[in-house]
């Protein structure tokens, strides 16, 4: 028997999410290919320039879906964890991506990491921060388990600058995004969370207000697609910074 669809709403509440994520787990990937219309590759490739992994680093890459990411970093040599809090997309990524020796699945709650203090040289998360109850408490989280001098990236959806753009992006996210998901996805309804989620998340300006409010420092971002996407990028400070640092004004 085929188990009702999950929708999540704009509660977060982690049960729902969860849930529904654990029913897209299977064709999550191919999804969001086609969603994108490609552009998920494109924005994959700028976040791991941007992580810049190396062999001896230890990565945690959190709402790792299916380990996709994940895999790109651990060719590096990096040891890579790959966090989620979906069981159902944890299970696809051990299927999928179970052998490689330096990549490790964890069921991981990015408000409540089950890592020690300054544990990781990088912490990445992609579209993920977007689905979590509180954001702030998450990047809080996220800074505690980096090391000093690590590093926090970032891609999340976000706001195009350019007004006809935007009016555009808008168009396609309200009235061609869930025609194609009904086709594609087994959880079409998941989508029309997707694209509400999106709608009332924060500009790049606010995020970056939100990041270096959470003690990060060195916070900057670029735009990906117009804004379509931005990548964060920011530095867990050493304990000598100033909780006054200058850097953390904005």
Do not use: C
Not at 81 to 97: K, N, P, Q
Not at 164 to 169: D, E, G, I, S
């Amino acid at each position: 028997m085929t188990p009702e669809p999950n929708r999540a709403d704009l509660g977060k509440d982690p049960a729902r999410v969860s849930g529904m994520f654990d029913q897209v787990a299977a064709n999550y990937d191919r999804t969001n290919s086609v969603l994108s219309l490609g552009q998920d590759k494109l924005w994959r490739i700028a976040t791991v320039k941007a992580i810049d992994p190396r062999p001896g680093q230890k990565i945690l890459d959190l709402a790792a879906g299916t380990g996709a990411s994940s895999v790109v970093l651990a060719k590096s040599g990096a040891q890579v964890v790959a966090g989620d809090f979906s069981r159902g997309m944890i299970a696809e990524g051990e299927r999928r991506h179970g052998h490689i020796d330096n990549l490790t699945f964890v069921e991981a709650d990015a408000m409540n990491l089950p890592f020690g203090d300054d544990e990781f040289d990088t912490v990445t998360i992609s579209y993920g921060l977007r689905n979590v109850a509180e954001p702030r408490i998450a990047l809080q989280e996220m800074l505690r388990v980096t090391k000093p001098g690590g590093m926090l990236v970032m891609s999340e959806f976000s706001t195009p600058r350019n007004a006809v753009f935007r009016a555009l992006y808008r168009f396609y996210n309200d009235m061609i995004l869930p025609t194609i998901a009904r086709f594609v996805s087994s959880n079409a309804e998941a989508y029309d969370y997707l694209n509400e989620s999106i709608a009332t998340w924060p500009d790049q300006k606010k995020l970056s207000a939100w990041i270096r409010n959470a003690g990060w420092v060195n916070v900057a971002h670029r735009d990906l697609t117009f804004g379509i996407v931005a990548l964060h990028r920011a530095t867990k400070p050493f304990a000598e910074h100033s909780a006054n640092d200058p850097s953390r004004n904005g």
